[in-house]
């Protein structure tokens, strides 16, 4: 069975400055996909970013941008300029055989 | 505009009260799924379909049922609330394949008093 590890239950980021969220994830699939989810608080979670387990390159969404490394089973994220509308829940999850597994989410406090 | 939709937004009901969460989407989606979440933020899988007259249990043991007659709607029934079941339900779907996200509702929070 998958899981997902998030081992930061809080992290707290000033303003205009970046912030790393760990993952870490146990499977025995090659082919497979991850993603990190937001949750801001009484509102839809939302994807931020998507990242192909055959893809080497790291996946970039503007502000948001992931460490990928396969072979330690690792998928960071990290958020540069912090804004506070990035204050949220943060959820990593893998996808294989189209469920996606959750982690217990890391939440993302901004400060000014 | 494409979306999922969830109602009532919050709800509180006495024990004992038949209960239907209601999850509409829009965008055509063959897979929907019901997830529990709680006080901890965890989320846990509680049923999905892959499609009409498809329903599965999902990895977290609920007394809740479901249906998917129609592929834009899959409403989750509690046929007896009682406490144990006050949480957040998410409801959510996605296109066929392993390489898309879900798109999520906004949640239907449920207090049974």
């Known amino acids: 069975a998958q899981t997902v590890t998030q081992s930061q239950p809080e992290m707290s980021v000033q303003e205009a400055e970046t912030v790393t969220l760990s993952c870490t994830y146990d499977t025995s699939e090659s082919d497979y996909y991850l993603f990190w989810y937001k949750q801001p608080p009484s509102r839809q979670m939302i994807l931020v970013i998507r990242q192909e387990a055959y893809k080497q390159q790291n996946a970039t969404e503007n502000r948001f941008s992931v460490n990928f490394q396969k072979a330690a089973k690792s998928f960071s994220l990290k958020i540069s300029d912090s804004q506070l509308g990035d204050a949220a829940m943060y959820f990593c999850a893998y996808n294989s055989w189209g469920k996606l597994q959750f982690g217990s989410g890391t939440q993302v406090v901004v400060t000014p | ?113």
């Open chain 2, 1 to 113: 505009e494409a979306d999922i939709y969830q109602t009532p937004r919050y709800l509180v009901i006495g024990t004992g009260k038949k209960i239907t969460l209601e999850c509409s989407q829009t965008m055509g989606h063959d897979k929907m799924y019901w997830y529990q979440q709680d006080p901890g933020m965890e989320l846990h899988l509680i049923h999905y379909s892959y499609g009409v007259n498809s329903t599965e249990k999902g990895d977290l043991s609920s007394e809740s049922t479901v249906s998917r007659i129609r592929t834009e709607h899959f409403p989750l029934t509690l046929e007896s609330a009682r406490p144990s079941h006050t949480s957040q339900y998410l409801c959510a779907s996605s296109e066929l394949g392993t390489g898309h996200g879900y798109t999520f509702g906004s949640g239907t929070r449920l207090t049974v008093v």
